[in-house]
């Protein structure tokens, strides 16, 4: 799978224009694109890939991957704020396989794996987390 094909589509999708989500949160990183957390605006979005939830069949050619996306919002911002977000993110994503386009494969499905979890961070930032899992197929 070539995961910067994958990496590429989901941010398309995240900072296409006229979309509510990059409205509220116009800063989206990879995790490893994020700058240094103390020269970042708030509030900010990172994703991921989580570990050990990549599976690719070679067989069949099926692709599954699990993405992490972090929802950050300033120190004294609002756990109200970083909901809101994510509720716009969920809007977004979940059953996006007919918006969401990765280069050379076919999306099968887009869906949020688990309830959105919410905590302040040892620095005082509020942040929620939300995992998807994406299934596709290569052409």
């Known amino acids: 799978m070539d995961i910067n094909a994958l990496k590429t589509g989901l ?8 979309n509510p989500f990059i409205t ?50 300033a120190v004294g911002g609002s756990s109200l704020n970083v909901g809101s977000i994510g509720t716009k993110l969920d809007t977004l994503l979940n059953n996006s396989e007919h918006s969401l386009s990765v280069s050379g494969y076919k999306v099968l499905n887009v869906k949020r794996l688990n309830p959105p979890i919410e905590h302040i961070t040892m620095s005082e930032h509020w942040m929620e987390t939300r995992d998807y899992k994406i299934e596709l197929q290569k052409l």
């Open 11 to 18: 941010y398309s999708l995240l900072t296409g224009s006229s």
């Open 24 to 73: 509220a949160c116009p800063r989206v990183f990879f995790v490893d694109d994020v700058t240094d957390v103390d020269t970042v605006t708030y509030p900010y979005t990172d994703y991921q890939f989580t570990p050990g939830k990549y599976e690719f069949d070679s067989g069949t050619d099926y692709v599954t991957a699990n993405i992490q996306f972090s929802i950050f919002d």
